[in-house]
């Protein structure tokens, strides 16, 4: 009994191992015939093939389906299935708000809002400082002197030079106060100035400091 275990054994060992599959078998087995298994054959092959869903021209990446499809039916079942709903047209759902709506009825950010927080209104400590200090310098119009002023978060003397030229302002122009008040506004003061070295140039020869 033990030697014809052994001489079993022996015969099996001295026997020629099974060939093992080739590039070219596995090729064939996998329907990439014609070629060796390669990453840019695969490639090459799924683009010849494109989605089955009718008006769908895109390649096809899985399940004979493309990106878009495939996964309207892995979260569907049903790769017609299209539950993103339109809002062209339609604003934010917030009585204050008039943005467009893109998720749910709400604009981006108030949508953010309802995902983290759970309500529209939700202001985080720093924007609820900034809302305080708008409220208070809207209320006392009182600023520091080396502060110009702002309204609904614009320097209010830019917005003075824009209705004065009737257009708006270009990149790199500089709002100049001619009397060297940051706090006066008036429409004779303020003067157009092309870029910032201009800007320097004329508060060095009024004889004042740059700021």
């Known amino acids: 009994?033990?030697?014809?275990?052994?001489?079993?054994?022996?015969?099996?060992?001295?026997?020629?191992?099974?060939?093992?599959?080739?590039?070219?078998?596995?090729?064939?087995?996998?329907?990439?015939?014609?070629?060796?298994f390669t990453k840019e054959r695969i490639l090459s092959e799924r683009k010849n093939f494109n989605c089955t869903v009718d008006g769908c021209s895109a390649p096809a990446i899985c399940r004979q389906l493309c990106r878009k499809?495939?996964?309207?039916?892995?979260?569907?079942?049903?790769?017609?299935?299209?539950?993103?709903?339109?809002?062209?047209?339609?604003?934010?759902?917030?009585?204050?708000?008039?943005?467009?709506?893109?998720?749910?009825?709400w604009c981006g950010k108030h949508a953010m809002r309802v995902k983290r927080y759970g309500d529209p209104d939700y202001l985080t400590p720093s924007e609820e400082r900034r809302k305080r200090c708008r409220e208070a310098n809207a209320k006392t119009g009182k600023v520091k002197p080396t502060t110009y002023?702002?309204?609904?978060?614009?320097h209010i003397h830019r917005q003075v030079a824009e209705e004065k030229l009737g257009r708006a302002l270009q990149y790199g122009e500089i709002v100049h106060h001619v009397d060297g008040d940051k706090h006066n506004n008036d429409p004779a003061n303020l003067q157009v100035l092309i870029d910032q070295s201009v800007h320097a140039r004329a508060h060095r020869k009024n004889g004042g400091r740059f700021r």
């Open 1 to 36: 009994m033990w030697s014809v275990a052994v001489s079993m054994k022996s015969a099996w060992t001295n026997a020629d191992p099974p060939p093992r599959p080739t590039a070219a078998l596995r090729a064939d087995a996998r329907g990439l015939r014609g070629g060796p």
């Open 69 to 105: 499809h495939s996964t309207r039916f892995y979260r569907h079942g049903d790769p017609s299935v299209n539950n993103q709903k339109s809002y062209a047209g339609v604003k934010c759902a917030h009585s204050d708000c008039v943005m467009q709506a893109r998720w749910n009825g």
């Open 149 to 154: 002023k702002k309204y609904l978060g614009r």
